[in-house]
């Protein structure tokens, strides 16, 4: 994506604030949701400013959490350059060595469904995103956007897993990541195992970060997100290093 994109001030945007729901990581926690005029695209330059403002993409409408006396949710990404991996991630990334990885774009295709259906029906069946469908699939992580990308995961010519992920001019953004759900493979631990391709990839394109979306400290599912050192934190209008 150019850097000579043109941009449309931020300012010139309009914004829409969702009313107060059930908050899906913290119980008993009402959040509001502030989000991009869903008649403006997701088109660079503008997707390329707000992401440094916190914003994340679901389909085809940019947000944030804009919540009344809370900033639990907190922007990460990885600066690829510094990140050097633990002993953990070496050994993840040594296991998963005969994984064929592909990258395409991000249509839909009934094998990816197949495998996103499954993955929420057992990792997921709590959350607001089940029961799936071919419909909420298409609409959250399906986009004919020359920026939206899918990474495929094969083992033996079987697909395994998917990681779904957009091209900023300034770093690579993880969207979600499903994968096959089995004894054997839960060794392999893919979700990790994506997120390691993902800072790779940043770095083969010369793209300074990875952005892995919102951080909540008291949230046992984001804790991995720690693993991955030196992580930013978006402090306001300012990235800084996240210091614990």
């Known amino acids: 994506m150019s850097s000579n994109t043109p941009r449309r001030p931020v300012r010139d945007l309009r914004f ?3 009313v107060p729901h059930a908050c899906s990581y913290l119980p008993g926690r009402e959040a509001t949701t502030l989000f991009l005029d869903p008649q403006e695209s997701p088109v660079p330059g503008v997707y390329d400013s707000l ?3 916190g914003f994340r993409r679901s389909g085809r409408h940019l947000y944030r959490p804009h919540c009344e006396g809370c900033n639990a949710c907190r922007s990460v990404r990885i600066p690829v350059e510094q990140f050097v991996a633990n002993r953990t991630q070496r050994k993840i990334w040594r296991r998963n060595a005969d994984i064929n990885v592909r990258v395409v774009p991000a249509h839909f295709a009934s094998t990816h469904y197949t495998l996103y259906a499954n993955y929420i029906r057992q990792r997921h069946a709590d959350g607001d995103m089940y029961p799936p469908s071919r419909e909420q699939y298409r609409t959250f992580l399906t986009l004919d956007e020359p920026y939206a990308h899918l990474m495929e995961m094969y083992l033996d010519d ?4 998917v990681a779904a992920f ?3 001019e300034h770093g690579l ?3 979600y990541t499903f994968f ?5 493979l839960d060794k392999r631990s893919l979700g990790t195992f994506a997120i390691l391709q993902l800072i790779e990839l940043s770095r083969e394109k010369a793209l ?3 952005y892995l979306g919102y951080w909540i400290e008291e949230c046992r599912k984001m804790r991995y997100k720690q693993a991955f050192t030196p992580l930013e934190i978006l ?10």
């Open 180 to 184: 096959a759900i089995s004894e054997a």
């Open 208 to 210: 300074p970060h990875l």
């Open 235 to 244: 402090d306001g209008r300012h990235w800084r290093p996240l210091i614990r």
């Open 51 to 53: 992401a440094l403002l």
């Open 173 to 175: 953004s993880a969207i």
């Open 16 to 18: 829409f604030l969702t």
């Open 158 to 161: 079987e697909l395994i897993g």
């Open 166 to 168: 957009d091209q900023l």
